[in-house]
């Protein structure tokens, strides 16, 4: 954000009045109680228009910081309270931006400030100026440059700790940007004589008292130097130290600065060595000694210590010594040497120490002029500052003082007439009418001095050129001579007769009225030291010194360049640089620093009215103030002036619209200011009495409470207002916040209690479901064990009568179990054989297993059988087949049977193969005979039996006779119906045929045989097989037979024994036959 910016003004919070123009009403009285007032304040600034009155505060004040620095930065001149930065600033600023050089001329008597004020203009300015490195480089080597200067050109007096003992012009140059490129140095005139001899109270130059206290052990005895002041004639014992100055640190500093400035370190030394070689100079002492020829001569005293100046200063022993006990004084061809008597030796051995002094330190300039000087060729624009020494009245004013205040006059001169034109100026281009003003034009005091025919330098130089004996009487004689008439000009051996009964000017002097006031000059001294005499043979000596800097200080010792004619005379110089500066100071732009010491004492707070009167009157101040307001006190700008005092009308009131110059005239009118009481100009306006001013600013002030009042009563309103609106506001909102709260805990109280309703209902609802669950969940328990009880009231009522008689079971189970176990494995080891008929079985162990063991046995019986087959060939099978087949025709019903079993079924057993009887028979005979057996064949008619042998092949049953095997009958087997027995133990047999077959003719057949099971089974086989059909076997002790027509009855009865066992058959009647079987 912008810095707002706050239009002030000089004229804000006024001490006293900050510009001297503005006093009413004007006189030195009132112009001093200013000033005492600000001074009190702290305020040592104050201003004279664009002049700058600087009171010495003699302490430090807290206005000269990097802060004040901002604050004055880029500000107009009267917009903030009277200050030297202001001045800096306007200078500054007219060189940056209006392409101005600048002169800042700092006047004032010793003590003053002046060399303060420079050094805050040069540190201001390099403040504010561009920065970089190179930049930063050279400002530091010009605020350096101060320290190296101030050690050797300044010293200790009583008026100033620090006086400076050289008057010193600057410049620093700076390119079209603002940026510092360099600067140069001009000193005038430094006060030599100091070197060799100070008043009471005063010192030596610093540099000496520096040397000696800061210098290292090894530094001091290089430099042939003793720490201890008191060994050296030149430096006063009475003031060696001075107060809250610390000379070792200082030198430290000075070190510092010529290392920074650019000093090489022998170049240093060198410096170091001449000041050495000055101080020890002063320590030659001289005796006198008479000559034969009655001449006064001297002799060194101890000639130690200018052996050690030689040792220092490579010079030549007898050279220097030589130097200071003869003079040669050389016209025309002509070389007189005279022998020096020990006054003019003390003289010679001082003039060498201040002239080797002097040139050391304008060597000292011109060296630290190479190392500041500007870089570039550029054009450069220049701002040169001015510190130079006061106005000075002592009580011995001599040559020194004359020359200095000829300065200071000069100085005001140049003030005067570039204020005076600058006011001029001013009044032409506002088109003002110029008024004259009445002042004290100095000109004709600097004419009484500098006047090239009979001005007082003038008129010495002529003495000391003038051949003859020439002293400072006869130059007193001359001006009281030529300027009798002068109204400046006082003097009691004047043949003006104003001052012959003047006891307060003495007869061995003159005085001057200066604009500053009388001096009174003493003559003595003033020819000699505008001579400034070094004579020759020292200027030689020094010349031969095999140190190079002081060789090259003495440059007219060169035996070469002898040079006959007379150097300038020390006041002629003076005068022609004077006067260069002048010229130079007369182009530029002037800003002007005067600096007032308030007191003598040079202490703070202290205020001397008499003191400062006599400075404001010898700087002509009032005078100032009167230029300044000839005509018009005030002056400004018209925007500036409209803005501060627009408040007071109300066109004007808050803004403006037209031009500024009419907005000040409509309120000029509109406050019926008179109208002689100001003017306009082009751009500003005019205001002749500051009376109207401070009425514009009273009123000002009343109209400032009266708009603060205003601004409060707005802003009180606004305030309470916006205060107002923002209660009103966090009202509606600490209302809002606390409704909802309000409502939020009720809406919870509600949300708690229905939730503590809502459990307790759930809750009883859950209670009464839960007693109904438990009810129902009981009722099915009590269900479920009545229940219980109740099966197992029944169970038990079924069950107990079983209870004992279950255990019984199960022990009888496990019992049994147990001895069934113990049976198998006993059975097991007991097994009979495998044979089928083995008929052994072991004995049954239990009575309940009985029918188990039988089974067992038949299960044992049935499986050994099994295997028992299993060995069988088929015709082993078809023969037991056939056993089985009989078996179940006859096994049972037949008495014959069982005898049978243990025959074998054997077919054939007569052999018709074999038998070649029967070979007719087995070639009738195709067919596979199934039975050859010899048969007894009953005769149908009674009974008797006839063998014959009976074939049964597959189709077939043949009947052949057993003698000759001639095939009596043929049976196919088809015709075969069925075969009936007895069941007797008989072998009767009847087969029945097929009535009406061709077989049957005869009837059925009725046999006898041993083998009956055996036939009957392969016949019933045989007619199976072949046709399919059961033959059926009827068994029955009576059976009808059909033999021919007859149906004839066999019946079987018990025979007797009689006739053997064999049975026997009788036809009893045709209709039975009877077998008797035994
Ligand atoms: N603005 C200031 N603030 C504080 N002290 C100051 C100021 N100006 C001067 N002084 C004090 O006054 C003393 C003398 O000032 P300064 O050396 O500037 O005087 P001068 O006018 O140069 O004297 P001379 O003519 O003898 O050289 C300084 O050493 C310092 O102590
Ligand atoms: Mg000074």
Known sequence: MAKMEVKTSLLDNMIGVGDMVLLEPLNEETFINNLKKRFDHSEIYTYIGSVVISVNPYRSLPIYSPEKVEDYRNRNFYELSPHIFALSDEAYRS???QDKDQCILITGESGAGKTEASKLVMSYVAAVCGKGAEVNQVKEQLLQSNPVLEAFGNAKTVRNDNSSRFGKYMDIEFDFKGDPLGGVISNYLLEKSRVVKQPRGERNFHVFYQLLSGASEELLSKLKLERDFSRYNYLSLDSAKVNGVDDAANFRTVRNAM???????????????????????????????????????????DKNELKEICELTGIDQSVLERAFSFRTVEAKQEKVSTTLNVAQAYYARDALAKNLYSRLFSWLVNRINESIKAQTKVRKKVMGVLDIYGFEIFEDNSFEQFIINYCNEKLQQIFIELTLKEEQEEYIREDIEWTHIDY???????????????GILAMLDEECLRPGTVTDETFLEKLNQVCATHQ?????????????????????????QHYAGKVLYQVEGFVDKNNDLLYRDLSQAMWKASHTLIKSLFPEGNPAKINLKRPPTAGSQFKASVATLMKNLQTKNPNYIRCIKPNDKKAAHIFNEALVCHQIRYLGLLENVRVRRAGYAFRQAYEPCLERYKMLCKQTWPHWKGPARSGVEVLFNDLEIPMEEYSFGRSKIFIRNPRTLFKLEDLRKQRLEDLATLIQKIYRGWKCRTHFLLMKKSQIVIAAWYRRYAQQKRYQQIKSSALVIQSYIRGWKARKILRELKHQKRCQEAVTTIAAYWHGTQVRREYRKFFRANAGKKIYEFTLQRIVQKYFLEMKNKMPSLSPIDKNWPSRPYLFLDSTHKELKRIFHLWRCKKYRDQFTDQQKLIYEEKLEASELFKDKKALYPSSVGQ???????????????????DAIEEKIIIAEVVNKINRANGKSTSRIFLLTNNNLLLADQKSGQIKSEVPLVDVTKVSMSSQNDGFFAVHLKEGSEAASKGDFLFSSDHLIEMATKLYRTTLSQTKQKLNIEISDEFLVQFRQDKVC????????????VPTCKRKNNRLLEVAVP
């Open 95 to 97: 060189l940056r931006d």
């Open 259 to 301: 290392q920074i400035v650019g000093f090489l370190d022998h170049e240093a030394e060198s410096v170091l060595e001449v000041v050495a070689a000055v101080l020890k100079l002063g320590n030659i002492e001289f005796k006198p000694e008479s000559r034969v020829n009655g001449l006064d001569e001297s002799k060194i005293k």
């Open 440 to 454: 004290f034009n100095n000109a004709i005091i600097c004419d009484l001095i500098e006047n090239n025919t009979n």
């Open 488 to 512: 400046h000009f006082e003097s009691r051996m004047s043949k003006c007769s104003r001052f012959l009964n003047d006891t307060s000017l003495p007869h061995s002097c003159f005085r001057i």
């Open 904 to 922: 074998p079924f054997q077919g054939a057993y007569l052999e018709i193969n074999k038998n070649p009887k029967y070979k007719k028979l087995k």
């Open 1050 to 1061: 066999v019946k079987f009865i018990q025979g007797n024994q009689k006739n053997g066992s």
